[in-house]
C-alpha cells in the first residue's frame, strides 16, 4: 500500500540541522501520523507521498516548507518585573510561555539588560534547512 491521504504511516527518520544529528527515532518506537492530517511539517509530507513499507528516503525540506523562516518581528522585550524574582536570566536561556491559546511554547533569551530581557518567540528550527533519513516501517 502506498502512502496516501489517510494512511497511517509508521517510520524510522534521523534529523540532521547544520551538520548535526539533532533527533531519531532511533532505540525508540518508531514516528507514528495520520498522512494529510498535518502531523508532521509539511515538506517531509510532502515527500512521503507515494512512499511504501520498506521504501528509504533523503529528504531536504527547506525553512519554508519545515518551520518556517526566521521573523525578526518574532523578537519581543518583556519587562524583567515579570519574571521570577530568583529567575537569573542568561542568555541562551529558554523559557516556557504561555501562547495566545494557553498552550506552552519554548522561548530562548537573546539579550539581558538591567531592566527587560529579549526573547526570540520563534521557533528554534525556524530559518535551517532540515535534511531527514526516513524509512518507511509500516503504511496501513
Known amino acids: 500500500m502506498r502512502i496516501e491521504n489517510g494512511s497511517k504511516v ?6 540532521s540541522v547544520d551538520g548535526g544529528v539533532i533527533d531519531s527515532s532511533e532505540g525508540t518506537e518508531p514516528l507514528r501520523y495520520t498522512h494529510g492530517e ?5 515538506g517531509l509530507e510532502k515527500e512521503l507521498t507515494g512512499l511504501m513499507a520498506g521504501d528509504e528516503k533523503s529528504v531536504t525540506v527547506a525553512a ?3 518551520y518556517g523562516e526566521f521573523d525578526p518581528q518574532a523578537l519581543r522585550e518583556i519587562p524583567r518585573s515579570l519574571l521570577p524574582r530568583d529567575l537569573q536570566p542568561e542568555i541562551g536561556m529558554t523559557l516556557a510561555v504561555r501562547g495566545p491559546q494557553g498552550q506552552a511554547m519554548p522561548v530562548q533569551i537573546t539579550a539581558v539588560d538591567p ?5 526570540d518567540l520563534n521557533h528554534p528550527l525556524a530559518g535551517k534547512t532540515l535534511h531527514f533519513e526516513v524509512k518507511i516501517v509500516s503504511v496501513d
Open 38 to 42: 498535518q502531523q508532521i511539517i509539511p
Open 64 to 66: 519554508r516548507d519545515g
Open 115 to 119: 531592566d527587560t530581557i529579549t526573547v
Open 10 to 15: 509508521s517510520l524510522e527518520y534521523t534529523l
